[in-house]
DNA sequence: TACAATTTTCAGAAATTTCTGAAAATTGGT
DNA sequence: ACCAATTTTCAGAAATTTCTGAAAATTGTA
């Protein structure tokens, strides 16, 4: 099992990108050539195409599974794990950013939330105000975005192509139903 | 010049996340301190409040200013450069993800669309067939941001707090104008 | 131009992350 | 229960990233 070679300048920067998403490089290559081919592939594939020890693609496989990334796949009487990504670009894209959301975000807002209920004087009061506004904004774009995630990937695609477009919409909107159906809090 | 012991907190937390968002723990730390401070800060301020040396404050602050997320301000009588944001957290949230799109994003697309100009049947179809899906998902989500980018802080705000709600929206639009405003390929 | 204040640079040191590979653990079949 | 196939683990090695600090460069003033 060989990686063709114009794959293979795509394959290593995938990999780059990979570690821009929270995993490293291998990892980003290890999902690269899995989404990439056809056919599940099993771990000894894996480290042939991509050079390196059994242990590391190991390690590797057992993070994007954590990541929810890729599953096994098992092959009528061999005894091998085969793996396959849990499915299309779009959904792996989607599962990256909720994922993230999930190991930054939410990490981050408890803290300021903690840091928020502390009532004591020892910050001053632009500190204070900051720590509330980084708050609000993230809670925001949190909220924002698992609502969004829960709408269909045909509605999603719309709306992403409509990009601006939705600001003329909202203007449409406002004409007909002034009363606020959206919570503007 | 000290950091409160609360913010201490937040602020290593912030450097945990800079290091997400293609800057390390340092210079997350660097930005953290800039931003929650209501004055501007100088160098030795920086080196000082975070026990590094000054050297690393001198290339942080120089990452921080390429990624347009801080400036000079320079104070009357006083030779030393003082640092602060560009702007609110907001307008450096929507920095972050646009140098990020710029620095990450286009080198991807232009490598993908590399890619595919090259007739060559070294890969199978199937590969040939998914590069074509990434780069239509990346140039997608990329015309979107630069898209959405462009529009006030305040609308972006009310389309945040909308959510998922916009689904809705796209419903009553569709009654008024079922001609194909939005290219659905 | 000369000088002191300030900033930048960068080679080597330190810290951190990633990788290997052999041993241990697990799994499925008989 | 046993065995062979397969996967996982993890200590130490290797690779990579980050940091220091002293020397070099730059800047503003007189």
Redesign the interface.
């Given at each position: 099992m060989t990686i063709?070679?114009?794959?293979e300048?795509?394959v290593v920067?995938f990999g780059e990108?990979g570690s821009?998403w929270?995993f490293n490089r291998t990892v980003g290559q290890m999902l690269a050539v899995i989404?990439?081919?056809?056919r599940p592939l099993n771990a000894d594939q894996i480290a042939e195409m991509l050079g390196i020890s059994r242990g590391n693609v190991s390690m590797g496989l057992k993070e994007l599974q954590s990541w929810q990334l890729i599953r096994v796949h098992k092959n009528q009487g061999d005894r091998k794990d085969y793996f396959k990504p849990i499915g299309?670009?779009?959904d792996l894209?989607i599962q990256v950013l909720s994922e993230?959301r999930k190991r930054?975000v939410e990490?981050?807002l408890s803290?300021?939330r903690g840091?928020l209920m502390?009532d004591?004087n020892?910050?001053?009061q632009?500190?204070r105000d900051?720590?509330k506004?980084?708050h609000d904004?993230l809670e925001?774009?949190n909220?924002?975005f698992s609502?969004?995630q829960?709408?269909s990937p045909e509605?999603l695609?719309?709306?992403?192509?409509?990009?601006?477009?939705?600001?003329k919409?909202?203007d449409?909107?406002h004409r007909?139903s002034s009363s606020g159906?959206?919570?503007?809090?």
């Open positions: 063709s070679t114009e794959l300048t795509f920067h990108m821009r929270g989404v990439f081919n056809e299309s670009l779009w894209a993230r930054e990490p981050t803290l300021l840091q502390t004591s020892d910050e001053n632009f500190t900051k720590i506004e980084m904004l925001l774009f909220t924002w609502d969004i829960r709408m509605s695609q719309t709306l992403l192509k409509l990009g601006s477009g939705v600001g919409i909202l449409i909107k007909f159906s959206t919570n503007t809090d």
